[in-house]
């Protein structure tokens, strides 16, 4: 069964980093394009990064365009989202998604603070 796996949370100070991983399994990993979102308490989940199957093309929300990376390895079957210069408002439950065909799945979620 399809299986997705994120690590990385944690809390960091205004101006850090954090790398979030994603370990996916049960599915082939380099046929599905992969996203980050992230929810807040009362808020829709909303889109952070996106990254084709090839890794060839990603594309990011305004608010974290140049401060956000999404990678992804395809030997390893992980998704990567690389966070700096983190700000409060980016402190949110993050969650893996792999669409594969009509269906999305999810992850567990991943919870980054950013706080002083």
């Known amino acids: 069964q399809v299986q997705l796996v994120e690590s990385g949370g944690g809390l960091a100070q205004p101006g850090g980093s954090l790398r979030l991983s994603c370990v996916a399994s049960g599915f082939t990993f380099s046929s599905a394009p992969m996203s980050w979102y992230r929810q807040t308490p009362g808020k829709e989940r909303e889109l952070v990064a996106v990254?084709?199957?090839?890794?060839?093309?990603?594309n990011y929300a305004d608010s974290v365009k140049g401060r956000f990376i999404i990678s992804r390895n395809q030997y390893e079957n992980t998704v990567y989202l690389q966070m700096n210069n983190l700000k409060p408002e980016d402190t949110a439950v993050y969650y893996c998604?792999?669409?594969?065909?009509?269906?999305?799945?999810w992850g567990q979620g991943t919870q980054v603070t950013v706080s002083s």
């Open positions: 998604n792999a669409l594969l065909g009509p269906r999305d799945y």
């Open positions: 990254i084709t199957s090839a890794g060839g093309s990603t």
